[in-house]
């Protein structure tokens, strides 16, 4: 599959390139182009967070039709949580 390119935008507006370290539920790990360390993504009641807790928008670089985004299924993923969805169980 190769490396899993993305965006993400911060609420200030500022946009970086990304490669997906890893996947593990909902949170990502990703490499930021001109940082020295990895950052850590988190899904939450629909939203993906920042490593400070502000809400950023994530997207597949380089794949026009959603789709076919090897992320697709970790994009859906973070979404309002349903009752019976295990995943927030107590």
Do not use: Y
């Amino acid at each position: 599959m190769g490396e899993m390119r993305m965006k993400i935008r911060s609420w200030t507006g500022a946009e970086w390139d990304a490669i997906v370290l890893g996947l593990g539920g909902l949170s990502l790990r990703v490499a930021i182009s001109g940082w020295d360390d990895g950052a850590e993504l988190w899904c939450f009641d629909g939203q993906w967070f920042d490593g400070e807790g502000d809400p950023v928008e994530i997207e597949c670089a380089g794949f026009p039709p959603a789709d076919d985004c090897p992320l697709s299924h970790a994009l859906t993923a973070c979404a309002v949580p349903t009752a019976s969805d295990s995943r927030w169980a107590n």
